[in-house]
């Protein structure tokens, strides 16, 4: 007795995608460049992907143009902007997509009464943002009690 011929085999490839995740909350200061975001890469079945997207309010994300490497580097911001990476794995003409994790960069912004004629205080960076050169900061640290007072006196 002759046994059968197979005469098609079919093959399934799953195309599922790991995103991977991204890193590089934030805090700097107004017109400062934040420091490049870091990444672990996705991981699919095909070819692999990326869009860094960027959002003004955490919800409603918008694609960064030409941004389609594994790591951004943002530039100089003025205001809080929260990221995000899409990462897009293509198998057989199929195309799956996945976002990452959301990460912020936070602009400090001025906290004195007169705008940034004084510039303002970097919170847990130890260090000045300043907007105008005639400033004189004393600060004075109580470590018993953990504060930290700051004077500001803009020259004339």
């Not at 200061?29 to 692999?48: D, R």
Request: charged residues 15%; neutral net charge; hydrophobic residues 40%.
């Amino acid at each position: 007795m002759l046994c059968p011929a197979n005469s098609n085999v079919l093959s399934v490839s799953p195309n599922a995608i790991d995103p991977g995740s991204i890193a590089g909350n934030q805090t700097i200061c107004v017109g400062e460049n934040p420091a490049a975001f870091t990444s672990v890469a996705a991981t699919g079945g095909g070819t692999i992907a990326y869009q860094w997207q960027s959002s003004t309010d955490g919800t409603n994300f918008n694609d960064i143009v030409g941004a389609t490497n594994p790591t951004f580097d943002e530039g100089i911001l003025n205001a809080d902007l929260w990221f995000k990476r899409l990462a897009t794995s293509t198998l057989n003409g199929v195309v799956c997509a996945n976002e990452s994790n959301i990460i912020k960069v936070t602009v400090q912004t001025c906290v004195t009464g007169e705008g940034c004629t004084l510039g303002y205080w970097k919170e847990h960076t130890d260090r000045w943002c300043a907007n105008y050169r005639g400033v004189l900061l004393i600060k004075i640290m109580i470590f018993r009690y953990l504060s930290v007072y700051s004077w500001l006196q803009k020259h004339r």
